[in-house]
């Protein structure tokens, strides 16, 4: 793995945790970086100690010098960066959501199978040492047959009108905000963690902030109203709050709630999979333990440490029990991963580690999405999700 130079397109809020994962990993070179203009890519690399600044994505991606393409751009951005990165042969990891429809996914996954690039989309929550103890626990059927899959993810960086991001605007977001955003996590971490897909959606969307004001200046992902010097009033039209319920394909049922007006709720990222002997719940701001509820005996709270967990889990758990591991060392995790497999590929594109969603995996989470918007676009109906392409399920 050794030599492998990695270039950024993009530096805002998780830019720069793609540059902190390669350089805890000790052997990826951060050669480059790439923003929306030169002075401020300039400005972001000398901050980030990367040694060349572009204004312009495009000369990244044609640099001779980078192996691998990370993109941490804006949502509208990534298909054609990630469609140019393809046709320069360059390996493509990508922030979620990798496009804003399913056929842009579509068209980037047969671009990157064509080309025989590794390919893949971070969702990083696969990283965390107790979402693989409860996958490989699930999996080996220690709570029997899953029969309801529920959960949320709750934000609150969105609940005051003037509270502000680029991720609000359509023409820089997509086409859809609190599924799109943080849904597309809760969907991929369900599917990963039980090993079933997602059929059928019927999504109940809405937008409670109805107008918020808009910073006349250029901002960054996150900024308050308190912040603003100048500001004017839009109207908004992507959603901030949604449920849904859900169909699995082994008939199970589920229920997702998501939005990011929720008062109290940082990162509030809940999965619980109830079974027919056993439930299991993980919550990301608790993501040190994992939840195990019984009918006949009391409930267990099993504690991150390597001496406890299943042989496949602890490798991703770094430290002894006791010491607490956070957001960013299941990212560190998931980078590992990523580069293991790149290091191997195409030798070993069948068998990728579990951590490590590709662009088929985002496909399958695009479908759903779009089916929930479509769902909602029907009136509130119950929608099949296409299955054209099946998540592959990573080797353990």
Not at 73 to 97: E, F, T
Not at 210 to 238: C, I, Y
Request: hydrophobic content about 45%.
């Amino acid at each position: 793995m050794s030599g492998l130079r990695a270039g950024l397109v993009g530096a805002g809020f998780i830019g720069p945790w793609h540059v902190d994962a390669f350089r805890r990993l000790g052997h990826v070179e951060v050669a480059a970086l790439a923003g929306s203009d030169l002075a401020r890519a300039q400005t972001r690399a000398r901050e980030l100690a990367i040694p060349r600044a572009y204004g312009d994505w495009r000369a990244l991606v044609e640099d001779p010098h980078i192996d691998v393409v990370h993109i941490a751009a804006p949502n509208r951005l990534h298909h054609a960066i990630a469609m140019a990165a393809v046709a320069n042969g360059k390996h493509v990891i990508c922030d979620k959501p990798l496009t804003d429809t399913a056929e842009q996914s579509r068209e980037l996954l047969d671009a990157a199978r064509a080309a025989g690039v590794f390919h893949a989309v971070t969702f990083n929550y696969r990283g965390n040492p107790l979402v693989q103890q409860a996958r490989i626990a699930i999996t080996e059927g220690a709570i029997g047959i899953p029969h309801l899959v529920h959960g949320q993810y709750l934000q609150d960086w969105l609940l005051h009108d003037s509270d502000w991001s680029w991720r609000l605007e359509p023409e820089q977001n997509g086409a859809s905000l609190a599924l799109a955003d943080i849904g597309s996590h809760w969907c991929d971490l369900a599917e990963h963690v039980t090993g079933l897909s997602i059929t059928h959606v019927l999504a109940d969307p809405v937008t409670v902030v109805p107008r918020r004001r808009k910073p006349t200046q250029s901002t960054g992902t996150f900024v308050s109203g308190n912040e603003l010097d100048a500001s004017e009033w839009v109207d908004m039209t992507l959603e901030d709050l949604a449920t849904v319920l859900l169909r699995f394909d082994n008939g199970a049922r589920g229920m997702l709630l998501t939005g990011q007006v929720c008062a109290g709720h940082k990162n509030d990222l809940v999965l619980e999979v109830c079974g027919s002997a056993s439930s299991m719940k993980w919550r990301q701001e608790a993501q040190n333990e994992l939840w195990i509820g019984h009918s006949d005996r009391a409930n267990e709270l099993l504690q991150k440490d390597p001496a406890l967990l299943s042989p496949q889990a602890q490798p991703y758990a770094r430290l002894p029990g006791g010491h607490q591991e956070a957001w960013s060392d299941a990212f560190c995790n998931l980078m590992r991963d990523l580069y293991a497999a790149i290091a191997r590929w195409p030798e070993d594109g069948d068998t990728l580690p579990p951590t490590v969603a590709t662009f088929e995996d985002a496909l399958r989470v695009q479908c759903t999405i779009d089916a929930m918007l479509a769902s909602a676009a029907g009136g509130g109906v119950w929608t099949p999700v296409a299955t054209q392409v099946q998540s592959r399920r990573n080797a353990t």
